[in-house]
């Protein structure tokens, strides 16, 4: 509980002039601050039990690094509220302001408003919106109450990805992957048919990598996938979630955002599906999550976005392989937070925060 050292200050010139020149004018204005105290303790003790926030726990996502956050403040007491300072935060991935908002209201007995905030950031990613300060005034703010808060919602910046000149080898191409058939997406679209109508058996002349060697032993004749069917994931892009140990490490994060979007969407650009893969830290496994179409990316990347981050770098070449055994692929690319982008054990690209942009596109990346 705090008191305006302006209304303090006024009244300990009132009892001054009350006692020194016998004024009872002044002593009725002591009294009438006296009184004005008292009933604004009152008033702030009761509201203070009254006033809730209904906090979202994520904000809307828009373009141009923007977040929309809604949050309604209402007050189901019978007195009303003089006054309502609200202080949000945003805050990176690790925990450092960004930006505030501060959000001024009064509101009547029973009453409930919403109001909605515009956040910014340079930086992609995960950000978190916190409650920093919720503070209750009382009439002419003579004296005012802060309390506590633990609510806490989120805010995702999503990445814009930038084209790359990729280059599609003949062998890629027409490489089909076996073992990825069991994959599901809340994204796959089944227009074509059944898999059964892409499936025709062997013609000489087919290519042998359309082969597809397990339907076929089921059947004990060579069946081959249609060439548009697209059923396989010939390309493997795999992101290791290893903690950046650079100071500015929002901004080494959101670079690498963008760097492993701007390669999913040049690879969908040149028609070539493929898996994003990376460890989950929670569930301690692999996720993999196919990228047909731009609904599958979007979702994939908000699937990153949400993805914890992990002290030290893990072999996932190997953690694949031990998760399943019998796929198949044509091209494996690693992108890890460093900015370093490997090609199965070649390293094709270094790069850096600035520059990372310039390096795609000056790279000669085939895959």
Same mark, same amino acid.
């Given at each position: 509980?705090?008191?305006?050292?302006?209304?303090?200050?006024?009244?300990?010139?009132?009892?001054?002039?009350?006692?020194?020149?016998?004024?009872?004018?002044?002593?009725?204005?002591?009294?009438?601050?006296?009184?004005?105290?008292?009933?604004?303790?009152?008033?702030?003790?009761?509201?203070?039990?009254?006033?809730? =926030?209904?906090?979202?726990?994520?904000?809307?996502?828009?373009?141009?690094?923007?977040? =929309?956050?809604?949050?309604?403040?209402?007050?189901?007491?019978? #007195?009303?509220?003089?006054?309502?300072?609200?202080?949000?935060?945003?805050?990176?991935?690790?925990?450092?302001?960004?930006?505030?908002?501060?959000?001024?209201?009064?509101?009547?007995?029973?009453?409930?408003?919403?109001?909605?905030?515009?956040?910014?950031?340079?930086?992609?990613?995960?950000?978190?919106?916190?409650?920093?300060?919720?503070?209750?005034?009382?009439?002419?703010?003579?004296?005012?109450?802060?309390?506590?808060?633990?609510?806490?919602?989120?805010?995702?910046?999503?990445?814009?990805?930038?084209?790359?000149?990729?280059?599609?080898?003949?062998?890629?191409?027409?490489?089909?992957?076996?073992?990825?058939?069991?994959?599901?997406?809340?994204?796959?679209?089944?227009?074509?048919?059944?898999?059964?109508?892409?499936?025709?058996?062997?013609?000489?002349?087919?290519? #042998?990598?359309?082969?597809?060697?397990?339907?076929?032993?089921?059947?004990?004749?060579?069946?081959?996938?249609?060439?548009?069917?697209?059923?396989?994931?010939?390309?493997?892009?795999?992101?290791?979630?290893?903690?950046?140990?650079?100071?500015?490490?929002?901004?080494?994060?959101?670079?690498?955002?963008?760097?492993?979007?701007?390669?999913?969407?040049?690879?969908?650009?040149?028609?070539?599906?493929?898996?994003?893969?990376?460890?989950?830290?929670?569930?301690?496994?692999?996720?993999?999550?196919?990228?047909?179409?731009?609904?599958?990316?979007?979702?994939?990347?908000?699937? #990153?976005?949400?993805?914890?981050?992990?002290?030290?770098?893990?072999?996932?070449?190997?953690?694949?392989?031990?998760?399943?055994?019998?796929?198949?692929?044509?091209?494996?690319?690693?992108?890890?937070?460093? #900015?370093?982008?490997?090609?199965?054990?070649?390293?094709?690209?270094?790069?850096?925060?600035?520059?990372?942009?310039?390096?795609?596109?000056?790279?000669?990346?085939?895959?």
């Amino acid at each position: 509980m705090m008191v305006n050292p302006f209304f303090l200050l006024l009244f300990f010139v009132l009892v001054y002039v009350a006692v020194l020149y016998e004024s009872s004018a002044a002593l009725a204005l002591c009294l009438l601050f006296v009184f004005w105290f008292a009933g604004s303790i009152l008033q702030l003790l009761y509201n203070i039990r009254k006033v809730q =926030v209904d906090f979202p726990p994520s904000a809307h996502s828009g373009k141009e690094n923007q977040a =929309v956050f809604t949050l309604a403040v209402k007050n189901p007491g019978l #007195l009303p509220v003089s006054g309502i300072r609200l202080r949000l935060v945003l805050l990176d991935q690790k925990g450092k302001k960004t930006e505030s908002k501060d959000l001024s209201l009064s509101l009547g007995p029973r009453s409930r408003r919403k109001y909605s905030l515009n956040f910014s950031s340079p930086y992609c990613g995960r950000f978190q919106i916190r409650i920093k300060k919720l503070r209750l005034y009382s009439f002419f703010s003579l004296a005012w109450i802060s309390r506590g808060q633990d609510y806490l919602g989120e805010a995702l910046f999503f990445p814009e990805p930038s084209p790359i000149p990729l280059k599609l080898s003949e062998r890629t191409r027409y490489f089909t992957p076996e073992g990825e058939d069991s994959l599901e997406n809340p994204f796959l679209s089944s227009a074509s048919g059944g898999f059964q109508d892409d499936v025709h058996s062997y013609h000489p002349g087919d290519p #042998l990598g359309l082969v597809h060697w397990k339907l076929s032993a089921r059947a004990d004749e060579l069946l081959v996938r249609s060439p548009g069917t697209g059923e396989g994931f010939s390309i493997l892009l795999f992101l290791d979630l290893k903690t950046p140990v650079q100071t500015n490490s929002a901004g080494q994060i959101s670079s690498f955002f963008q760097c492993a979007a701007s390669l999913s969407f040049s690879m969908l650009e040149i028609k070539c599906s493929h898996l994003m893969i990376w460890f989950d830290q929670k569930a301690q496994c692999l996720q993999r999550l196919p990228i047909r179409n731009e609904e599958e990316l979007t979702f994939a990347l908000y699937c #990153l976005l949400h993805g914890e981050f992990y002290q030290g770098s893990k072999n996932l070449y190997a953690l694949y392989s031990q998760e399943h055994p019998t796929d198949t692929w044509a091209s494996r690319l690693l992108l890890d937070t460093g #900015l370093e982008l490997w090609q199965e054990d070649k390293k094709l690209l270094s790069s850096d925060t600035k520059n990372w942009k310039e390096d795609l596109a000056l790279a000669e990346i085939t895959l």
